[in-house]
């Protein structure tokens, strides 16, 4: 009998070890991700590093400086874009809607020093926790851009087909500044690519930025 005891030990020992392993190792393995997380970015410091060189530049009232250092960030986060995109869309996202807010402040015809100042806070801090919800702009408040609404009065964003066809309009009342055709015609392309992806608070931005661009005679016909 004691011989059957240690003999059933034995193997019950192996199984129930096994068991427990496949229970909380292979079962927590296989378990799916924890609903509404968020993908990481992975390192974003080099980013974070542009951003606060541009707005201690920007502290100093030289926002053409300030412009000019943003502009490294805008050119290394399109060159990274493809491969961020796809590792953490909705993080990138939020940091690429975070940075073009800076580019429009910094890039308008009157940069407003206090608008730049909060774009920049704002891109900060998403470039610090990038998973952040997308959807935290929409507070209930409606928002614009370089003077041009790009929500409702709740804060949602306006349909990017309504935009677009804003800015064609516009652009169809005469002729862009010719200084800007170029960047016009760029920032129309990106808010249609936006679009056809179903992304209206981007789209919204890239025709806002687009429409700023335009002379307040052609925006208001």
Known sequence: MKQLLLATA?????????????????AAAAAPAKQGAVPSLGDTSAFAAIASDTKKIAATGDLVAAEARITDLETAWDLAAKDLR????????????????????????????????????????????PARSATAADDGA??????????????????CEI???????????????????????????????????????????FSARALALLTPAQVMK
């Open 86 to 129: 796809a590792k953490a869309p909705e993080a990138w996202g939020n940091v690429d809607a975070a940075a073009d807010a800076v580019f429009s402040a910094l890039r308008a015809t009157s940069p407003d020093p206090l608008r730049v100042d909060a774009a920049l806070v704002d891109l900060q801090a998403t470039l610090a926790d």
């Open 163 to 205: 935009m677009l066809s804003d800015l064609r309009d516009a652009l169809s009342a005469g002729r862009a500044p010719v200084a800007a055709e170029s960047q016009i015609t760029d920032l129309q392309s990106r808010a249609t690519e936006r679009c056809n992806a179903d992304d209206d608070r981007r789209a919204d931005a």
């Open 10 to 26: 034995l193997i019950a020992t192996p199984v129930a070890v096994f068991s427990g392993v496949e229970h909380f190792v292979i």
């Open 142 to 159: 409606a928002r614009s851009l370089n003077g041009i609404a790009v929500t409702d009065a709740a804060g949602h964003p306006l349909p």
